[in-house]
């Protein structure tokens, strides 16, 4: 759709800005101009990306908004969640955040024309202010599963929250499309901490006001969810990805989100030299850091485990008791022949579309989970927090390609005495070995996360459900900009601009 311009506000966060990226490259593709508005050192992180994006044709750039956090007293710089590691920190990154509205106003201000449409990320209800004043139809754009969403609102819708005694106690999630059982701990939704009721209330109030909702997810998978959720919520809903399904070139699969912190040819000639589905590779994210003593379990696990693996340890940057254990302990030079270790950011999805590649032990992330799915990669799941147990739900009970570690509430729920270990060295032995099985059992889970991950990519060509709903969104959002024109313009109306029909 020629001619549409769509400004796109991220969540200051890697699992929300790399899909949005995605997103600008899917309109850019369809013709529209797409603005990824971010902070600057996070436009910095994708600058690559875009520009790679730029060179192949697609209309789509990066614009810099001041990000307050110094001005509440945060480091300079600290723009990303993944850099936001001291609790006292934690809540006045939020504040800061919310502050984003004033250099957003700001940015609209300067723009010759009006955008047609902002894609704000759910967790960024100060956009909703900026959109009303300027007259810019807004987006709301969900970064977890559909799963999660709909989970969340019928235990609030329910009361369930209310009525449970603590965060242990069980229940099963209420008019639910499938049978579903958990406790607060595992269930619990965003901005669902003490402190955090006032976030919460913009979030909700943000998402009923918008003018629809994206939802990173497709209907092969996430069918049900998305359905009931949209009804629900009384809002048009498009289910648009998975987006890391969408072509990239090498370049833009290595760059994704930052660049990596180890060459991606390496890791591929790496992996070039490994059987096909023989090696596991390992990741928990951006944001979840595992306390030392678990991280030391699971690497005697993968020890025990005798399997190649390449494991991205954020940990060897930022842990100095992980530091100490890996120069003093030897593992890295018992395994060296079998194992490749990445000290910080690696490139997960040139690793994730490589064939050699097996076996992914997730934390569970939403993205993580899509990229597993999209390249027909079963699972061995290790929520840490959030949504990432639902996904563990999803993956396992309702898809059923993932096997998992037994970790079953988040470290914060643990008893202090516990050292944040829940999966020992030995389970984590157990379960590599139940996933790379080479029997017929586990050549039934391959087959299945294949034939996934066919669907997946299907979705996204032209013909797939994906591909329709992106569509149909930006003929929404061409008509609903029409609308909002045809009001300023028509200065004797005085009734607000109708809707599309939903
Ligand atoms: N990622 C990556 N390299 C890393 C860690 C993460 O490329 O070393 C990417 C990963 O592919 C995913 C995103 O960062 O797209 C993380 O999002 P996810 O929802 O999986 O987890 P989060 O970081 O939000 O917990």
């Known amino acids: 759709m020629a001619g549409l311009h769509f400004l796109l506000v991220p969540l200051v966060a890697q699992g929300h800005i790399i ?5 600008a490259r899917l309109l850019a593709g369809r013709g529209a101009r797409a603005t990824v508005v971010t902070t600057p050192v996070n436009a910095a992180r994708n600058r690559a ?49 919310w502050k984003m509205d004033a250099p957003l106003e700001e940015y609209v201000r300067s723009l010759p024309r009006r955008p047609d449409c902002l894609v704000a990320d759910s967790c960024n209800p100060w956009t909703a202010g900026v959109c009303a004043r300027h007259g810019i139809p807004r987006l709301v754009l969900h970064c977890p599963s559909a799963y999660f969403l709909l ?18 106690e069980t229940f099963e999630v209420p008019h639910f499309p499938v049978r579903a059982v958990g406790n607060k701990a595992t269930f619990r939704g965003f901005f669902q901490w003490p402190g955090a009721e006032g976030f919460q209330r913009d979030v909700a109030e943000a998402e ?12 092969d998978i996430e069918g049900a969810f998305v359905d009931s959720y949209a009804a629900a919520l009384g809002l048009k809903t498009w289910a648009f990805g998975p987006t890391c399904a969408s072509s990239l070139d090498a370049d833009a699969k290595a760059g994704r989100g930052n660049r990596a912190d180890i060459d991606a040819g390496h890791v591929v000639s790496w992996l070039d030299a490994r059987r096909p589905s023989s090696v596991m590779y390992i990741s928990f994210g951006s944001i979840a850091h595992l306390p030392a003593k678990q991280l030391i379990e699971l690497a005697l696990g993968l020890e025990a485990s005798k399997r190649p693996f390449v494991w991205a340890i954020k940990e060897a940057k930022s842990n100095a008791d992980v530091q100490a254990w890996l ?29 050699a590649v097996g076996g992914f032990l997730t934390h569970c992330g939403w993205n993580a989970t899509l990229e597993a799915i999209a390249h027909g990669v079963p699972v061995l799941t290790w929520p840490n927090f959030a949504d990432q147990f639902s996904s563990e739900r999803l993956l396992v009970d309702v898809l059923d390609v993932g096997v ?26 157990k379960a590599v070995a139940e996933l790379m099985d080479e029997g017929p059992e586990g050549a039934t889970r391959r087959a299945r996360a294949k034939e996934i991950a066919a669907k997946a990519k299907a979705a996204m060509e032209e013909g797939g459900s994906s591909y329709a709903d992106l569509t149909d969104m930006i003929s929404y959002v061409a008509e609903l900009s029409r609308n909002k ?3 300023r313009d028509d200065t004797s109306a005085k009734a607000l601009p109708s809707k599309p029909e939903l």
């Open 327 to 355: 120069a003093e302990e030897g593992f890295e030079e018992r395994v060296k022949d079998r194992g490749l270790l990445v000290r910080g950011w690696a490139p997960q999805v040139t690793i994730l579309s490589h064939p």
């Open 151 to 168: 989970a969340t609102h019928n235990l609030t819708k329910h009361g369930v929250y209310d009525r449970v005694a603590d965060d242990l």
């Open 404 to 429: 998992r570690s037994g970790v079953k509430v988040p470290a914060m729920n643990l008893p202090v005495e516990a050292e944040g270990v829940q999966v020992a060295s030995g389970d984590v032995e």
């Open 19 to 23: 899909p949005m990226v995605d997103l």
């Open 485 to 487: 024109s045809h009001e």
């Open 208 to 219: 009923t006001t918008a003018d629809g909702l994206l939802i990173n997810t497709f209907r």
């Open 49 to 97: 990306v875009v520009e790679s994006a730029r060179r192949a044709g697609l209309d789509v750039e990066l614009a810099e908004i001041a990000f307050p956090g110094p001005g509440l007293g945060l480091p300079e710089g600290m723009e990303n969640m993944d850099m936001v590691v001291e609790k006292e920190h934690f809540m006045v990154f939020f504040q800061a955040l």
